[in-house]
Each structure stands twice: as structure tokens, then as C-alpha cells.
């Protein structure tokens, strides 16, 4: 593989203004990142979700850089990131399902990505030789002057190295990438801190693939029944797709994964146990706020580490990944982390925090 000079480039916040795309468009920085991604090379980006490591949606090659760098398997396809609704139609085989239409009035540009029949222009690279390719379009002025510039669609993985907890800062993403990219851009912390909501739109009613930034309520509030919930799904995936492929391939791989073992706690009376039981040295528990003002003080010997209020999730969402990278700085021999419960974007929290204390 070849080996860059890693360069990170900060870009001023306060022009990242959804007014401003076309004077961040005038930036050298930015200009340089659209170069690079002309010429097939790869670039690190802030989404209002993680940051993304970019390239040419329809170029192959530099698909294949992309895998290279992150180390992710082959068969994980991408998503493709578009700067303008109607950039849309280029990329889709046959007309959109109207609950798409609904759903995209509703959140884009935002953290939701669509799963469509794809057209010849997105190549088998893209998306892993599935016949279909998962699109979303940013709400990050950054992210789409940057696609503006290039030109092309922008195909993005989160910019980690493959099974790390995603990046939402640019220092991770060179923590994880160094010398495996040319160049990364900084644009601040990512608002969301977790990834999109992957839906899959081709059929009569809508699938969450994967839960993300944009929550199941929001979305039942736009299609009602029409879309799938967790107890229906299984058998409506085994009457209408062959099993040979699965649905959303990313998920069965090994995720958000911290050095250090994770262990949930399920409930507050299981927290309580927990600590009657006496914890062992080395050992890290993450709480809520609410919960680390209620048990933390009587502890001692044992590191309390904060998440945010249980009240706002989306605090929690914001800073969940950069605590798992923090707590693998902490060299501990074990941590046990808060459940929470899975309303709104509690559903994608907990699913993150299931995979990261997945030991597969
Ligand atoms: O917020 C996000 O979605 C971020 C930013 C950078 O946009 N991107 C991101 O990409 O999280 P990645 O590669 O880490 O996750 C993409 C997910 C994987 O679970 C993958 O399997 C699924 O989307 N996916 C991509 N194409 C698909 C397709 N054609 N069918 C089903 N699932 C697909
Ligand atoms: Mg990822």
C-alpha cells in the first residue's frame, strides 16, 4: 500500500455556515481536497454524523483505496453522498418508491441514507456487487461544498480504521489513518456523533437496516405503518429477499470495538448488584449523569466515567465514541457501561454500545 504524508487542514468554524458553501468552495483547502478526489485519491472529511473517508463514487480504483486504507471487508458496500436532490435521479435505476419521496422531503439534506436499485454508473466496488446503492445527502455545508467541487458523487465510510469505534473528530481519524491518507480536513466536532439511519426503500414498506442519527419515531411520524417494525421485519426479509446476500452486510462485522472488554449494565437493580458484589480493581463503570450523581461518591478505587444525562440522549450520542477511544487510554482490564433506554436515538445508542461490547 502506498504511504502518505498524512496532512490535516483546519478549516475556520465559523465560515462552516450552511449560507457560506460558495465561499468555502474559494478555499484552497477545499480546493485541494476536490483535486485530490479528481485524480482517484482519497480524502477525511467532517459529516454532521462522523467524519467520512471520501472518494469518486464511480471510479473503482479509488474505491479500492478506501478499502485499502480503513482495512474494511470486501463485501461492506458504501454509501454514496450527493450535494443536490436532483443528483439524485443519475444514481437511481427506475422511478423512486414515493415513501422515499416522503421520507427525503422530510430529512435531507440529514442523517438518514436510502438503500435504491442502483444505475451502471455506481460500479460493483461501490457497493460490494449488491445491485443496490445506499445514498444520502449531508447536512454539513463542508461535505457539500467539498461534493460540489469534486464534481462526482462521493462514495464515504465512516473514517476509521475498520472495526474502531467511528470518528468524530478529525485527531481520531488520524489517530486511525496516519500515513494511510493524503490529506484530512478539520472541521470541529460532528453534531450527531453517530452514523446515519440506513433505510431500505424498495419495497411497499420500509426497513431500518440500520438505526442512526434520525430516529424510528421521526420516521413512523412521516410513513406510519408503513414502516416495518422490529417484530414484523424477520419474516417480511425472509418472504421477500433470496438468502444469499443479507440485507445490510456492514452489520455482521465486528464494530465500535474499544481494546478494552465492555459489559452493559441492563438496569439500575443490576448496577446495584454489581456493586454489593464488590468490583474488581482496574475496572471502569460508565454512567449516566444522573446515575454517577446517585451511585458515584460511596465509590472508591474505581473510575467513574460520565456519558451525559439520560434526559438528552443526544448528548450521549455526541460524545459515546470519543469515550470509547478515551477509555482505551485508561489501559483497564474491564468497563461496564449504562444502558439506556432505546427511544428516539436511544435505539441507535444502544445498538452501537451492543456491537462495542461484542466480543466477536
Ligand atoms: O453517517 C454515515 O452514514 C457515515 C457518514 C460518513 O456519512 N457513513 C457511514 O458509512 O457510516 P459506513 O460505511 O461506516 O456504514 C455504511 C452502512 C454499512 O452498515 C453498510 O453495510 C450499509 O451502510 N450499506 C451500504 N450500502 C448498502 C446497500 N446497498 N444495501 C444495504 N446496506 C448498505
Ligand atoms: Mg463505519
Same mark, same amino acid.
Not at 450535494?83 to 443528483?87: K, L, S, T, V
Not at 451502471?120 to 460500479?123: D, F, H, L, Q
Given at each position: 500500500m502506498k504511504e502518505y504524508v498524512t496532512e490535516i487542514i483546519k478549516i *475556520? !468554524?465559523?465560515?462552516?455556515? !450552511? &449560507?457560506?458553501i460558495d465561499s468555502l468552495k474559494e478555499l484552497p483547502a477545499l480546493q485541494r481536497a476536490a483535486e485530490l478526489l479528481k485524480e482517484g485519491e482519497v480524502v477525511a472529511f467532517p459529516t454532521e454524523t462522523v467524519y467520512g473517508l471520501g472518494a *469518486?463514487?464511480?471510479?473503482p480504483e479509488a474505491i479500492k483505496k478506501i478499502y485499502q486504507a480503513k482495512g474494511r471487508p470486501q463485501d461492506n458496500p458504501l454509501i454514496v453522498h450527493i @450535494? @443536490?436532490?436532483?443528483?439524485l435521479d443519475g444514481l437511481v435505476k427506475g422511478s423512486l418508491n414515493p415513501l422515499a419521496e416522503r421520507l427525503i422531503k422530510a430529512f435531507? %439534506? &440529514?442523517p438518514l441514507t436510502i438503500v435504491v436499485d442502483k444505475r !451502471?454508473?455506481? %460500479?460493483d466496488e461501490t457497493t460490494a456487487g449488491l445491485d443496490s446503492v445506499a445514498i444520502r445527502m449531508p447536512d454539513h455545508p463542508l461535505t457539500r461544498a467539498i461534493i460540489q467541487l469534486a464534481g462526482v458523487p462521493i462514495a464515504a465510510p465512516?473514517?476509521? =480504521?475498520?472495526?474502531a469505534p467511528s470518528p468524530t473528530r478529525a485527531e481520531h481519524v488520524f489517530a486511525d489513518l496516519q500515513g494511510r491518507i493524503p490529506l484530512i480536513l478539520d472541521g &470541529?466536532? @460532528?453534531?450527531?456523533?453517530l452514523e446515519s439511519t440506513v433505510v431500505d426503500v424498495r419495497s411497499e414498506r420500509v426497513q431500518i437496516l440500520r438505526p442512526g442519527g434520525v430516529s424510528r419515531e421521526e420516521i413512523r411520524e412521516v410513513i406510519g405503518a408503513y414502516l416495518y417494525e422490529p417484530g414484523e421485519e424477520a419474516g417480511s426479509i425472509k418472504k421477500s429477499r433470496? @438468502? !444469499?446476500?443479507?440485507?445490510? %452486510? &456492514?452489520?455482521?462485522y465486528r464494530h465500535y470495538s474499544p481494546e478494552t472488554p465492555l459489559f452493559i449494565i441492563k438496569d439500575e437493580s443490576s448496577l446495584k448488584k454489581l456493586l454489593q458484589s464488590g468490583l474488581p480493581e482496574n475496572t471502569a463503570l460508565i454512567l449516566s449523569d444522573e446515575w454517577a450523581s446517585k451511585y458515584g461518591p460511596?465509590? =472508591? *478505587?474505581i473510575k467513574v466515567i460520565k456519558m451525559g444525562p439520560r434526559e438528552r440522549p443526544e448528548l450521549i450520542a455526541a460524545g459515546i465514541f470519543q469515550l470509547l477511544r478515551y477509555l482505551d487510554?485508561?489501559?483497564?482490564d474491564r468497563a461496564y457501561i449504562e444502558a439506556i433506554p432505546e427511544k428516539g436515538i436511544g435505539e441507535a445508542i444502544m445498538n452501537r454500545i451492543r456491537k462495542a461490547s461484542s466480543r466477536e
Open positions: *475556520d !468554524e465559523s465560515l462552516i455556515e !450552511e &449560507g457560506n *469518486d463514487a464511480t471510479n @450535494a @443536490a436532490f436532483n443528483e435531507w %439534506p &440529514g !451502471e454508473i455506481i %460500479p465512516s473514517a476509521n =480504521k475498520s472495526g &470541529g466536532p @460532528a453534531r450527531v456523533g433470496t @438468502a !444469499e446476500k443479507p440485507l445490510s %452486510p &456492514g452489520m455482521k460511596g465509590l =472508591k *478505587d487510554t485508561l489501559s483497564l
